[in-house]
């Protein structure tokens, strides 16, 4: 990958039914990234820990789709896009029609005068010749919607509220374009009753602890008006906020970067969570955590796994993977975030990673994961192609199965 650049939440090109695809034989992802800075006055450490005040959506090509041999492509959105300082996470999907116009959501985000966080989209073209993948457009950014206080928590009920993420697909069931979010469950922070109802089936002496209430967690849902899709318009009137679909009040104040996976007829809905945002003396991993429904897009959705986890970070390093994302066919992309630095003297000393992770694959069966090969590092797949090149072939080379 590229040495002048930090990156971290990753995802491919992809099409609205959430198939991964190249591009005139090309593969393509985006990156959150930050250019790597002088670091005279500052850690690399620091560096990393600040990188959301810096995060921009750039992006990679690559013939093979493997991790040595991605090409760094720059920004692709131009900064005329930004309607505030940060771009954080979203997904990258490609139009269905002849004029290679392709659609970026994400989030549009500023920490100052107050927390603001709207998911947004911004639309362009992707172009391609031998010698590698550009884009024009992405001038310009539409607000899709924002948290209202009724299905998600705003900024005046939650000072800390998530509003991101924005994963955007046709649900084969109805036809429809829908987004899936992270959110936060509405009502003044810290202003809930948590009991079993929330917490869920917990064994004796492992019952509802302190600081529960402040766990608010939400995985939201809007749906796109009929023919809004086609139209190109994801203005704010096009779009209906819904009922979250999963909450994880008392539990977790944290589903980040949804997106679902329509298989077997049934639904995965993955989201990766974190250690720290666990509430109320629960514990989990880092990680993607799972849910699964055989009554369609609205649940009711089952833990996958019985407790949720589908990839969760060895306890020697807890922190060294994050930001999941589970492919139609199962293959799992994520970056390395801090592992232990086995040089340092300081035990809780840590390198950054920056860069992305092998990819893995889960097998899914019914309510159950379970992993089946490993693969290379930043390695993608593609189910599809535009506008008809076939899908490369690939063998793991770590298997497992
Ligand atoms: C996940 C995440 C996303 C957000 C981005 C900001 O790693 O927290 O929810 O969009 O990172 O860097």
Redesign the pocket.
Known sequence: MDESVMI??TGALRNIHGETVTFKGWHVIWS?AVDKIDLTNASIVEEWDT??NR?YIGFWFSKTGNGADWQWGGRLLQTSADLRPHE??GSLVMREDTANCVDMFY?SEADAPVNQSVPSVSTGHIFADETGVWFEGFSTSTEMFSADGIHEANSDEDEYF?F??PHVFMNPEDGRVYAVY?GNVPGMRGDFTIGSKEQGLIPPGFEVGAGAEYGAAAIGIAVLDDGAYEAGDFSKSRWTQLEPLVTALGVNDQT??PHVVFRDGRVYLFT?SHASTYSGGLVGPDGVYGFVSDDGLFGPYRPLNSSGLVLGNNQTQPLAT??HFVDPEGYVQSFINYIPDPTAADPSAYRIGATLAPTVRIALEGDRTFLSDVWNYGEIFAQGAWPVDPAPDKRPIVSES
């Open positions: 971290w939440d959150l990188r959301n995060a954080w996470s989030t998530d991101r993420d992270e980040e970067r990766i994050y930001s």
